[in-house]
């Protein structure tokens, strides 16, 4: 079965400053991924998903990119955090063929000061 | 947008089924019905997927509509652990195509 890192678990970053949060699944090859975002009390926001190395579809225009730079490896950035960009992260992944669902990680929980 | 609509919240008494409806009337024939669940500050949790026919596993049962227009989750016997927002989603699966986009959910309270 997959299993979905994401580190840190935390963060607290000042407005204006870099971003770079990492999901790495195990247990699963090509998979498809996905990031999500989550602000205090709402919904879950697709962000960014990747069918392949490369492949990034982007549903937000937003301060935020993503990156795969490995098969296994999903990269969430930022130049320069907006206090808008406070949220819960999620990064998800499912095996790119069939109806297996998407898994999630615990997610990082970033709060721009 | 999403492709579901379900009551934003529902009560219900420990001990007794739960039953969380969605409506997902545009859904095509290859798409795959799933249900999450999200308890605060934890990400979704995967329950269970259908296509057309009905599903049982050990967290929940899944009837799905024979014009498949609609389903229902079923917790044959809430309990207070079961409190969380429950989405239902639609998804096309094992395809290039793969954006999965969630409602806002149904913020089940399971009462003593």
């Known amino acids: 079965s997959q299993t979905i890192h994401q580190w840190p678990a935390t963060l607290v970053q000042p407005v204006g400053s870099p971003l770079s949060l990492e999901c790495t699944v195990e247990?699963?090859?090509?998979?498809?991924l996905y990031w999500y975002r989550q602000a205090a009390g709402r919904g879950l926001q697709l962000l960014f998903y990747s069918v392949g190395i490369g492949q990034i579809s982007s549903e937000v225009p937003q301060n935020l990119s993503a990156s795969r730079p490995q098969d296994r490896q999903f990269i969430l950035s930022s130049k320069k955090l907006l206090l808008s960009d406070s949220g819960f992260y999620l990064c998800?992944?499912?095996?790119?063929?069939?109806?297996?669902?998407?898994?999630f990680g615990n997610g990082t929980r970033l709060t721009v000061t | 947008d999403a492709k579901t609509t379900q009551p934003p919240s529902m009560d219900c008494a420990e001990g007794r089924a739960a039953n969380l409806p969605c409506n997902h009337s545009t859904i095509s024939g290859n798409e795959y019905v799933y249900w999450y669940r999200q308890i605060h500050s934890q990400g979704p949790q995967y329950i269970i997927h259908g296509l057309k026919n009905n599903e049982t596993n050990e967290m929940a049962s899944l009837i799905i509509t024979e014009d498949r227009k609609s389903s229902t989750l079923i917790l044959p016997h809430a309990t207070l652990r079961d409190t969380a927002v429950y989405y239902c989603?639609?998804?096309?699966?094992?395809?290039?195509?793969?954006?999965?986009?969630f409602g806002p959910g149904t913020s089940l309270s399971v009462i003593p």
């Open positions: 247990g699963t090859s090509n998979p498809n």
């Open positions: 989603i639609v998804r096309v699966a094992g395809t290039s195509y793969d954006k999965v986009i």
């Open positions: 998800a992944a499912t095996p790119g063929q069939g109806a297996s669902p998407l898994h």
